[in-house]
């Protein structure tokens, strides 16, 4: 198992840039899958970007590409969301989570961390 802690949220004014982080304890987390993943007011999860096991692969929602970049750490345990260009509709909780299986199913997720990008 692995647990997630993310970091880096906080309020920007839209075009500026955040980066998100996510810390993982367990031995395990070199063999996962990452993805980020945000919850707007009112709105399903949904989305945003995942990478693979290797630090392969990196797939982005339609409304971030370009925009967002998504890199992990295995030595350090960690996965991280480079925001830029933030428009007041990337305003969310953003959370990281964790596919063991590698099968797109997300069965470990951290607690969150709010984004707020004022216009």
């Known amino acids: 198992q692995v647990h997630l802690v993310e970091s880096g949220g906080g309020l920007v004014q839209a075009g500026g840039s955040l980066r998100l982080s996510c810390a993982a304890s367990g031995r395990t987390f070199s063999t996962y899958a990452m993805g980020w993943f945000r919850q707007a007011p009112g709105k399903e999860r949904e989305f945003v970007a995942a990478?693979?096991?290797?630090?392969?692969?990196?797939r982005y929602a339609d409304s971030v590409k370009g925009r967002f970049t998504i890199s992990r750490d295995n030595a350090k345990n960690t996965v991280d969301l480079q925001m830029n260009s933030l428009k007041p509709e990337d305003t969310a909780v953003y959370y990281c989570?964790?596919?063991?299986?590698?099968?797109?199913?997300?069965?470990?997720w951290g607690q969150g961390t709010q984004v707020t990008v004022s216009s």
């Open positions: 990478i693979g096991w290797s630090g392969t692969n990196p």
């Open positions: 989570a964790g596919d063991a299986s590698r099968t797109g199913v997300y069965a470990y």
